[in-house]
């Protein structure tokens, strides 16, 4: 999430950390939040192996990883992953996982629409695995459970500075609407509501 703020240039608007990351999806502080599904590419010099049968596994990731196979990718080039220490993850006793993008999406109601939606919250690459068709396949295993669970949409937002995401998001069938703004009310603004009701 970081690395999504990173580069868009705003590191100055983050406010989440990893503990009210936690807090916020996985605390019943909120339990009115809707589930917010986040699907993660995690690449490996070394095969995976299979975990369809790993009890501890999600019913969307028994979805993702029957729906992909354990999809192998062949870059047939050297990657260099200058970051690769801060992203390592430890997997199947595997000690040379990466973390090469993610993907965060929950489902809401929209009256554009006659069945719910996918908001995307947040779609990013890291840059040394961009242009490999991890993009790609990332959004089409977002769009395809969207679809298979009968949804009418998935919305997002997009800088208009990002003629690069445009680009991608254009090829991949998104149109983009020029008839409305996002609107947000935010901090002092906000919470001078909860004090008139004092």
Known sequence: ??????????????????????????????????????????????????CLNDKTSSKATNFIESLLSM?????????????????????????????????????CFSSF?????FHMENFFIRECYRSKGFGKWLFSTMALEAARMGFSSIDWY????????????KHMGATISDDFRV????GKALEAFEDDSN
Do not use: C
Request: hydrophobic content about 40%.
């Open 158 to 169: 997009a800088s208009d500075w990002n003629e690069s995401a445009l680009g991608f998001y």
């Open 71 to 107: 999809k192998e990718v062949d870059l047939n080039m050297p990657l260099i992953d200058e970051e690769s220490e801060q992203f390592r993850v430890v997997k199947y006793d595997q000690h040379d996982v990466f973390i090469a993008g993610y993907v965060m999406f929950y489902p």
């Open 113 to 117: 629409f006659e069945n719910p939606v």
């Open 1 to 50: 999430m970081q690395q999504l703020f990173v580069y868009h240039d705003i590191t100055h608007l983050l406010k989440s950390t990893e503990s009210s990351v936690t807090s916020g999806l996985f605390n019943p502080k909120f339990p009115h939040l809707s589930p917010v599904t986040t699907l993660l590419i995690e690449v490996s010099a070394n095969p995976f192996p299979s």
């Open 183 to 186: 609107l947000s009310l935010a």
